[in-house]
Structure formats: structure tokens, C-alpha cells
């Protein structure tokens, strides 16, 4: 019904660290947030990185 969107979601081994949503730039994609994702390996439960609308498979 509504809209959806695609997310790279890297995930830390315990679920009760927060989560941390990392947005990309309209010229970038979801994969320049790996190295934020690494950099918060284990101190967040997840990093996702939502596609724009403008850019709907980048995710």
C-alpha cells in the first residue's frame, strides 16, 4: 500500500545497544556508511542507511 524503501542494516551481536541511522548523500550510496559501520561495531544494535527516493536502488 504505502511507499518502500531499500536499507543496508549492519547488525551488532547484542540487541540492547541503540541504533544509529546513517543517511547518505544524494551521490553516494548506502555502502559509503561502512566505514561509520565499522567504527560503531559493537557500541550500536544496527546502521542502516535508507535509499532516497530520488535514488531508490542505491540502498
Do not use: K
Not at 7 to 36: F, K, Q, Y
Request: aromatic share 2%; with cysteine; proline share 8%.
Amino acid at each position: 500500500m504505502g511507499d518502500t524503501m531499500s536499507v543496508l542494516r549492519w547488525a551488532a551481536a547484542d540487541p540492547g545497544v541503540p541504533m544509529v541511522l546513517a543517511l547518505h548523500g544524494i551521490t553516494a550510496n548506502g555502502l559509503s556508511r561502512g566505514p561509520v559501520a565499522g567504527r560503531l561495531a559493537g557500541r550500536t544494535t544496527a546502521r542502516c542507511s535508507p535509499a532516497s527516493r530520488a535514488r531508490p536502488s542505491s540502498g
